[in-house]
């Protein structure tokens, strides 16, 4: 397993990022994938997830409609779209793969997880 999330950046309050996650080895296809994210000084928290096929989503109540997540199966990728970023969505954004086609929201549902990539939002 080697999930990679990329797109991390430094970016104004009110702008946008897309994070992307795949896995060069192998198939994403089959499982629900999620993201997480630990700001500093704070416990890792749930951001949003998605089933293997894409129908189904859930979001932390914080994401009020700001991110999308959604998977590109034929690109082997999953995206997390933010718009009017925060500097209280600042933290390191993990990538994260349930081996079942339903997403969780709950970390000790996950069975891999990848490197996260930094997220900077300043005011």
């Known amino acids: 397993v080697q999930l990679q999330a990329s797109g991390g950046g430094l970016v104004q309050a009110g702008g946008s990022l897309r994070l992307s996650c795949t896995d060069p080895?192998?198939?994403?296809?089959?499982?629900?994938m999620a993201w997480f994210r630990q700001a500093p000084g704070k416990e890792r928290e749930f951001v949003a997830a998605i089933s293997s096929g894409g129908a189904l989503t859930h979001y932390a109540n914080f994401v009020e409609g700001r991110f999308t997540i959604v998977r590109d199966n034929a690109k082997n990728t999953v995206y997390l779209q933010m718009n009017s970023l925060k500097p209280e969505d600042t933290a390191l954004y993990y990538c994260?793969?349930?081996?079942?086609?339903?997403?969780?929201?709950?970390?000790?549902?996950?069975?891999?997880w990848g490197k996260g990539t930094l997220v900077t939002v300043s005011s």
């Open positions: 080895r192998r198939s994403l296809s089959r499982n629900a």
């Open positions: 994260a793969e349930t081996e079942s086609s339903v997403p969780t929201t709950d970390q000790g549902g996950i069975d891999y």
